[in-house]
């Protein structure tokens, strides 16, 4: 069955990079995506890719996927404390019919 | 426009009680999602309404339920509540189902069951 899985915790320094893995089984997955937790909210979408794209860069993230591997990961570069939360990884299907999310890394930034 | 809501925001029920929560989504958005999201587990998908049909379902007891109104507002109910009930229960709504399914989540209703 499908499954996506990630590392629990991350811990940086404020000003470095940080970079959250993602690995997901479904390789009919079309849309990968990365969502953000902040303490006591629900989920936002932070950026999505397709498939068929390797890279997505946007402001300070840049997401990489390696289609081969199953392999997605999020780099957000100079973080910040506010960057501290939760972030989800998530796959959908063709259809889009069901979202199917990783278990979410707690990112920590050490000021 | 307003985003996604959920009421209530906390909950404390006791176990074999019943419980319902709701959930309006944003204005033109007729898909709605329900996730229960816990600690060890995560987030997992309970099930999805699009123009008040049930299109998917996850891996629930049938303890859980849900339904879908006309104007796309949704409830889900759990029966027979048991303690490992007690989780965040997120509401997101997308405009249709994608793909991609970019998906807006309320801030949950926090339901404890002692």
């Known amino acids: 069955g499908e499954d996506v899985e990630q590392s629990l915790f991350l811990s940086v320094r404020e000003g470095d990079s940080s970079v959250i893995n993602c690995t997901y089984t479904?390789?009919?997955?079309?849309?990968l995506y990365w969502y953000k937790q902040e303490p006591g909210a629900g989920l936002q979408l932070l950026t999505y890719?397709?498939?068929?794209?390797d890279m997505k860069q946007d402001q300070r993230l840049t997401v990489l996927l390696n289609k081969k591997d199953k392999h997605l990961s999020l780099r957000i570069a100079d973080t910040q404390t506010g960057d501290s939360a939760i972030y989800f990884c998530?796959?959908?299907?063709?259809?889009?019919?069901?979202?199917?999310f990783g278990a979410g890394t707690r990112l920590f930034v050490k000021a | 426009k307003a985003g996604v809501t959920q009421t209530p925001r906390y909950l404390i029920k006791t176990r074999g009680q019943q419980v319902t929560l709701s959930c309006s989504p944003i204005?033109?958005?007729?898909?709605v999602s329900w996730y229960q999201q816990t600690p060890g587990q995560g987030l997992q998908f309970l099930f999805e309404?699009?123009?008040?049909?049930?299109?998917n379902k996850g891996n629930f007891p049938g303890r859980f339920s849900g339904r879908q109104f006309s104007n796309s507002r949704s409830e889900m109910n759990v029966s027979t509540l048991e303690l490992g009930d007690s989780a965040l229960y997120l509401c997101?709504?997308?405009?249709?189902?994608?793909?991609?399914?970019?998906?807006?989540f309320g801030p949950g209703t926090r339901l404890t069951v002692t």
């Open positions: 204005s033109g958005h007729r898909s």
């Open positions: 309404y699009f123009s008040e049909t049930q299109r």
């Open positions: 890719i397709f498939s068929n794209m």
């Open positions: 998530a796959e959908s299907d063709t259809g889009g019919f069901k979202t199917i």
């Open positions: 479904d390789s009919s997955s079309t849309y």
């Open positions: 997101a709504s997308s405009m249709d189902r994608g793909p991609p399914t970019v998906q807006y």
